[in-house]
């Protein structure tokens, strides 16, 4: 397998996106990474899934709104990522909210890390011009399932330049991966955490997945 992503840099080994999880998967052999990325109110870009700011609490507010200096000390910044771990690995990240892809770029292009650089977005949402990083979009069940269906989506997919469809490793079979790869895509798959998961990639022959455990990447490397 081509890839094999640790999600939130491996959160079944530490706290998801933070820097001692991420630096822990690429010493136990991680050969990329995947996080999901936020622009603060200052436009720094930070590493956090739930983008949300004291959550549960009165002053609970999405981090967008937030200056960095006011974030917990825990969650990184992009910058802080790529000093901490360098560049010699793939790094998948969520875009997450307006404007976030031309921020991230620009932090990885600074940090010379734009080549091996993957930005995913919802299918409802196109990557638009990612260059010199790869594209790539998240797609749902539904448009996978129907052959008519998905051949129209992937046929717009590849207009738009889009390079990857990222699906739960549940919702690809054979027929879907095949039309994917004949468009000259890539097909990942997420939420892969069993070796039967894996197998079952390798079976439809997923070109790369994310996972949570490292002894699954592992095996898929």
């Known amino acids: 397998m081509r890839y094999a992503f640790a999600h939130r840099g491996g959160r079944g080994h530490g706290p998801d996106n933070t820097i001692p ?19 603060t109110a200052d436009g720094i870009v930070v590493l956090d899934h ?11 507010r999405s981090i967008t709104e937030i200056a960095r200096a006011e974030l917990a000390d825990h969650i990184p910044t992009l910058a802080d990522l790529y000093e ?27 940090a010379e890390a734009a080549d091996r650089l993957w930005l995913f977005t919802p299918s409802t949402t196109r990557p638009g011009d990612v260059a010199p990083a790869h594209g790539g979009v998240t797609v749902r069940h539904q448009e996978l399932r129907n052959a008519s269906r998905r051949a129209a989506l992937i046929g717009e997919l590849k207009s738009d330049g889009v390079e990857v469809v990222n699906a739960r490793w549940q919702f690809w079979r054979r027929s879907a991966v ?5 468009a000259g895509m890539l097909a990942f798959a997420w939420d892969v955490q069993s070796s039967i998961a894996l197998w079952r990639c390798k ?19």
């Open 21 to 39: 999880t991420f630096t822990r998967a690429l010493a136990d052999g991680a050969t990329a990474l995947e996080t999901d990325a936020w622009v």
């Open 50 to 60: 739930d983008g949300v700011h004291r959550p549960g609490t009165p002053d609970e």
């Open 84 to 110: 901490s771990c360098g560049t010699d690995f793939d790094l998948a990240i969520d875009i997450k909210g307006d404007g976030a892809g031309r921020a991230i770029r620009q932090v990885a292009v600074a």
């Open 178 to 182: 095949h039309d994917v790869h004949d």
């Open 203 to 221: 079976r439809l022959r997923i070109d790369g997945i994310f996972s949570d455990h490292m002894g699954i990447l592992r095996k898929a490397q």
